[in-house]
C-alpha cells in the first residue's frame, strides 16, 4: 500500500511558475516509477509526465515537454513537478501516482492548480 500526499497547488498569474510536491509513504518509495497527471474541469484525466525510480529517466507530454520538470528525492520519498511559463490553459488537479509494476495503481487526493490570465 502506498499513500500519496500532494501539495503546493494554488491560484497564479499567467507567466508564473509553481512547484508542486508528492510525498509518499507505505511501500518502498525508491521501488516505484512515479508519474503526475492532470485533470481539467469537464475533460479525462491527462498524463503530465514520469520518473524512473532511479530518476534517471523522465518522460513529458507533448505540450508540457519544455515547461514543466519532474524530479525525485528518494530520501524525502517526495516527487516534484516544477511547472514554468504556466498558462491558463493549464488550469486543472493535479495528481500524483506511483506505479508499482508499471501500472499506475496508487493516487494522491490532488491539488488544485489555478492559472488566471
Known amino acids: 500500500q502506498v499513500q500519496l500526499v500532494e501539495s503546493g497547488g494554488g491560484l497564479v498569474q499567467a507567466g508564473d511558475s509553481l512547484k508542486l510536491s508528492c510525498v509518499a509513504s507505505g511501500r518502498t518509495f525508491s521501488s516505484e516509477t512515479m508519474g503526475w497527471f492532470r485533470q481539467a474541469p469537464g475533460k479525462e484525466r491527462e498524463f503530465v509526465a514520469q520518473i524512473t525510480r532511479d530518476g534517471g529517466t523522465t518522460y513529458y507530454a507533448d505540450s508540457m515537454k519544455c515547461r514543466f520538470i519532474i524530479s525525485r528525492d528518494n530520501a524525502k520519498n517526495t516527487v516534484y513537478l516544477q511547472m514554468n511559463t504556466l498558462k491558463p490553459e493549464d488550469t486543472a488537479v493535479y495528481y500524483c501516482?506511483?506505479?508499482?509494476?508499471?501500472?499506475?495503481?496508487?493516487w494522491g487526493q490532488g491539488t488544485q492548480v489555478t492559472v488566471s490570465s
Open positions: 501516482a506511483a506505479a508499482p509494476g508499471g501500472i499506475y495503481s496508487y
